[in-house]
């Protein structure tokens, strides 16, 4: 079995290559990548979209597509609601269910018919 000290050493040397390159954005360290950029901002300030909020007691303003995307969500929940509750019942258990009560009828209708005829 060979020496394991030529595979250690390979693999510090192919570890030393790739880390620096796993810790930099994008891969490289020189110039500005064409995917990634450091941002604008010195550090997360912990406001969600990086908004200040409203000081307390003011109302915050609504964007103009706020309203038009809440209102077709609400109506898009009620009409699927009302719709989907409304559907009628195509399962074969409900059609073979109506077909043996047909079935039934049609059988009690010529006993019925049978009967009358017998007297």
Request: overall charge neutral; some cysteine; proline content about 12%.
């Amino acid at each position: 079995m060979p020496s394991p000290k030529p595979f250690a050493a390979a693999a510090g040397m192919l570890r030393a290559r790739l880390t620096p390159s796993i810790r930099t954005r994008g891969g490289h360290d020189h110039g500005p990548s064409r995917w990634t950029s450091p941002g604008h901002q010195d550090r997360p300030n912990g406001y969600l979209f990086n908004r200040v909020p409203p000081p307390p007691g003011q109302p915050r303003q609504w964007e103009d597509w706020e309203l038009p995307c809440y209102l077709t969500s609400f109506l898009t929940i009620v009409i699927l609601g009302v719709g989907l509750n409304a559907k009628p019942d195509l399962t074969i258990e409900t059609w073979a269910h109506h077909k043996a009560l047909e079935r039934l009828e049609q059988a009690q209708q010529l006993a019925a018919s049978a009967v009358d005829d017998a007297e």
